[in-house]
């Protein structure tokens, strides 16, 4: 499995962005997709996730209510909305995938990862 995200850049306090991730190769065991985030000398946080089958997303509490997690099966993609951006975001994002092999929410693959930089 290959995860290619897209959509990072440099945005004002208040703006929005959108990040995309596009599955490929054998994803026919894709048991959710999400986006983490990490800041240099930080450790990586989860940000957001859905499961691949339907349920409802869920979100890390700094996010909520600002970011929107989607997903289109048919393209193998999911999207991560960024709405009301506020400095305290900018990081890499990473896009990650979670197969049905091991515990739910231990990623399995992972992305390159896409800057995200909010300016105040």
């Known amino acids: 499995v290959q995860l290619q995200a897209s959509g990072g850049g440099l945005v004002q306090a208040g703006g929005s962005l959108r990040l995309s991730c596009e599955a490929s190769?054998?994803?026919?065991?894709?048991?959710?997709m999400g986006w983490f985030r990490q800041v240099p000398g930080k450790e990586r946080e989860f940000v957001a996730g859905?499961?691949?089958?339907?349920?409802?997303?869920y979100y890390a509490d700094s996010v909520k209510g600002r970011f929107t997690i989607s997903r289109d099966n048919a393209k193998n993609t999911v999207y991560l909305q960024m709405n009301r951006l506020k400095p305290e975001d900018t990081a890499v994002y990473y896009c990650?995938?979670?197969?049905?092999?091991?515990?739910?929410?231990?990623?399995?693959?992972w992305g390159q990862g896409t800057l995200v930089t909010v300016s105040s």
């Open positions: 990650a995938l979670d197969t049905y092999s091991g515990p739910a929410g231990d990623y399995d693959y």
């Open positions: 190769g054998r994803t026919i065991n894709t048991y959710a």
């Open positions: 859905v499961r691949w089958t339907g349920g409802s997303p």
